[in-house]
């Protein structure tokens, strides 16, 4: 496996491609708009940069990783002649079912199709293709270039062959590969989710402020991020997509996304991406300010 076509130059999709061009592969990173994949290449750039101040690789190492990086606006001209298609492009259902189908007929029979879907089924995203047992989910976790995990979901179909070659390709880009079923948010999500959902109802109820139930989460239980900052992170209008498929799916009332989250996202306060979610945020600092709203 040599040639790799990212879809999509957002967060997760210039990362996705970072971490392949880092390790060897030939990447195509395609999106709709050249704006965002010159936005994407600076990112690349920048954070190979930073690893260079760290000195975890040479400048002759940066070079050559953006060297294996080509920019493309139309997939038709890379997806063809790629061995795996990434999809990495907005957590909607209707966008990943198109791109699928038009995957499945312009890649070659080989292509193993993946998505980095966070919670959409594999096995829903498969049956719009005619290679059901070459589609497979690879869920990286953000920051790709920094965190080790990949939950590689099999799909319903889904072949033990596509299976064991994305978890051996995980393991040769440095991460640590695990398997899991094709399930409602599958293992990460299922489980993160509701905690991030409790902290929203616990603040929603009055039980404590942001500051407060972020610090007994990170100082209590060792995590690094408090679940408000970390929802603030993902992006609120994500974890509440995430929600709504865990409810739809399960039909389980503990899965019901808080009307505190629900407000927020309509109103769109949706964290870091909009500048203020149950913290404010202001480019360059790395001040932890709670919004106004909740302080």
Same mark, same amino acid.
């Given at each position: 496996?040599?040639?790799? +076509?990212? #879809?999509?130059?957002?967060?997760?999709?210039?990362?996705?491609?970072?971490?392949?061009?880092?390790?060897?592969?030939?990447?195509?990173?395609?999106?709709?708009?050249?704006?965002?994949?010159? $936005?994407?290449?600076?990112?690349? +750039?920048?954070?190979?940069? /930073?690893?260079? @101040?760290?000195?975890?690789?040479?400048?002759?190492?940066?070079?050559?990783?953006?060297? /294996?990086?080509?920019?493309?606006?139309?997939?038709? %001209?890379?997806?063809?002649?790629?061995?795996?298609?990434? %999809?990495?492009?907005?957590?909607?259902?209707?966008?990943?079912? &198109?791109?699928?189908?038009?995957?499945?007929?312009?890649?070659?029979?080989?292509?193993?199709l993946a998505t980095n879907t966070s919670s959409i089924s594999i096995t829903k995203?498969?049956?719009?293709?005619? /290679?059901?047992?070459?589609?497979?989910?690879?869920?990286?976790?953000?920051?790709?270039? !920094?965190?080790?995990?990949?939950?590689?979901? *099999?799909?319903?179909?889904?072949?033990?062959? +596509?299976?064991?070659?994305?978890? %051996?390709l995980s393991a040769k880009l440095g991460k640590i590969p695990v398997e899991v079923?094709?399930?409602?948010? =599958? !293992?990460?999500?299922? #489980?993160?989710?509701?905690? #991030?959902?409790?902290?929203?109802?616990?603040?929603?109820?009055?039980?404590?402020?942001?500051?407060? #139930?972020?610090?007994?989460?990170?100082?209590?239980?060792?995590?690094?991020?408090?679940?408000?900052?970390?929802?603030? =992170?993902?992006?609120?209008?994500?974890?509440?997509?995430?929600?709504?498929?865990?409810?739809?799916?399960?039909?389980?009332? $503990?899965?019901?996304?808080?009307?505190?989250?629900?407000?927020? !996202? +309509?109103?769109?306060?949706?964290?870091? &991406?909009?500048?203020?979610?149950?913290?404010?945020?202001?480019?360059? @600092?790395?001040?932890?300010?709670?919004?106004? *709203? =909740?302080?």
């Amino acid at each position: 496996m040599k040639q790799v +076509t990212v #879809i999509g130059g957002g967060t997760m999709g210039n990362g996705i491609a970072h971490v392949f061009a880092m390790n060897g592969f030939n990447v195509h990173l395609a999106d709709i708009s050249e704006q965002a994949l010159e $936005k994407a290449v600076g990112t690349i +750039t920048r954070n190979l940069d /930073r690893m260079v @101040s760290k000195g975890k690789i040479s400048e002759a190492d940066k070079d050559a990783a953006l060297s /294996r990086i080509q920019t493309q606006t139309k997939l038709e %001209e890379c997806a063809p002649n790629s061995d795996l298609v990434v %999809e990495a492009a907005t957590e909607n259902i209707d966008l990943k079912l &198109k791109l699928f189908t038009e995957l499945d007929q312009m890649c070659k029979d080989t292509t193993i199709l993946a998505t980095n879907t966070s919670s959409i089924s594999i096995t829903k995203i498969a049956a719009a293709t005619k /290679r059901a047992d070459k589609v497979i989910g690879m869920h990286f976790m953000n920051p790709v270039p !920094v965190m080790k995990l990949v939950e590689v979901i *099999r799909g319903y179909a889904t072949s033990d062959s +596509t299976t064991g070659t994305i978890m %051996e390709l995980s393991a040769k880009l440095g991460k640590i590969p695990v398997e899991v079923n094709d399930y409602p948010g =599958f !293992v990460a999500n299922r #489980i993160l989710m509701p905690m #991030i959902n409790e902290a929203i109802y616990s603040l929603f109820e009055g039980v404590a402020g942001v500051y407060e #139930i972020d610090t007994v989460m990170k100082l209590g239980m060792a995590h690094p991020m408090g679940p408000l900052q970390l929802a603030d =992170f993902i992006g609120l209008d994500v974890c509440l997509s995430i929600l709504n498929v865990l409810h739809d799916g399960f039909g389980n009332p $503990k899965y019901a996304p808080c009307p505190l989250l629900v407000n927020m !996202v +309509t109103a769109g306060y949706l964290g870091v &991406k909009s500048g203020e979610g149950f913290y404010q945020y202001t480019p360059g @600092s790395k001040e932890l300010v709670v919004s106004d *709203r =909740f302080s």
